[in-house]
């Protein structure tokens, strides 16, 4: 059974940064698509950042240049780096996998507010 736990996320200022993790477990974590989603309130869901098992990455055009993603696959866990927070980037994110199908953690809220 695949479950993907989320971490890091919280208040933070404008300008600030967080980073989260997301830790994967019954899944060979190596040869799947990893990533973020996030969903602000009274909008979709929409792709933050993902990472395939070669490492090759592809961003929102709206996070290039703030946010970087990477992956260990020695620890089954990605990791989402977020600087230069905007309140725009309020939002509860999801930790997303895939193979074949696509699994979803339980998300965590980020916060950008003075």
């Known amino acids: 059974q695949v479950q993907l736990v989320e971490s890091g996320g919280g208040l933070v200022q404008p300008g600030g940064s967080l980073r989260l993790s997301c830790a994967a477990s019954?899944?060979?974590?190596?040869?799947?698509?990893m990533g973020w989603y996030r969903q602000a309130p009274g909008k979709q869901r929409e792709l933050v950042a993902l990472i395939d098992p070669g490492g090759n990455t592809n961003y929102a055009d709206s996070v290039k240049g703030r946010f970087t993603i990477s992956r260990d696959n020695g620890k089954n866990t990605v990791y989402l780096q977020m600087n230069s927070l905007k309140p725009e980037d309020t939002a509860v994110y999801y930790c997303?996998?895939?193979?074949?199908?696509?699994?979803w953690g339980q998300g965590t809220q980020v916060t950008v507010s003075s």
């Open positions: 019954g899944i060979a974590f190596n040869i799947f698509v």
């Open positions: 997303y996998s895939r193979l074949t199908v696509p699994n």
